[in-house]
């Protein structure tokens, strides 16, 4: 089992503001998940990994890929209170779920 | 109700191998808290914060002052795969809890 947070790189936001949407999206995704996926997932440490997105569409597009393929996933829309305007997408959480089914929606994506 | 997750800055992690930390101790923080705080916290978008902290020692610290005031927390020590060394104190997550409650503790600590 892991989880995938995918940030959106193309809004370069400051270190942690980035971090706080990431944990937003960790939180958020591991809310949605199936009870088993969440008990899984805890009891091998919740392995998380922080991804880079290119743009709003490629976050979009892999939550559209995440749902086809029923793997639980979050987007996060920022509230706007701070350094991006309302309804930005900041990031997207996927799973917890198994590492295949992961790997087959972001096994391209680098590192962030 | 806030969340506040205070990294150990004196690491200078990888932004997001940081943000993972964050994740890590934003959820764990969460799973320890009492069912009311968490579902108060839900309701409110779950307002979380990232924070500076200068060393492993302040963490210990603020650990210590948020078991003595009763705030639920959880330190992250990093189980060392990768950038840094096992057992290294990377993160604290304090809360969901009410907001002067957390400000108690963390209120002179800067923004990451």
């Known amino acids: 089992m892991k989880q995938v947070m995918v940030v ?3 809004l370069a936001l400051p270190p942690g503001k980035m971090a706080a949407q990431v944990a937003h999206a960790s939180v958020s995704a591991f809310l ?3 009870a088993d996926a969440q ?15 290119l ?3 490629a976050l979009l597009d892999l939550l559209e ?12 829309r920022d509230a706007g ?7 930005t997408i900041t990031c997207l959480g996927i799973g917890p ?4 089914d ?9 590192l962030m």
């Open 55 to 57: 743009s709003e569409l």
């Open 32 to 34: 949605v998940s199936p």
């Open 65 to 76: 890929r995440a749902e086809a393929a029923s793997i639980p996933a979050y987007l996060i």
């Open 39 to 53: 008990r899984a997932w805890l009891q091998c440490g919740m392995p998380k990994i922080v991804l880079k997105g």
């Open 8 to 10: 959106n790189t193309a």
């Open 97 to 100: 779920a198994a590492i295949a």
């Open 81 to 87: 209170r701070t350094v991006v305007a309302e309804g």
């Open 102 to 110: 992961i790997d087959r929606l972001t096994g391209d994506l680098r």
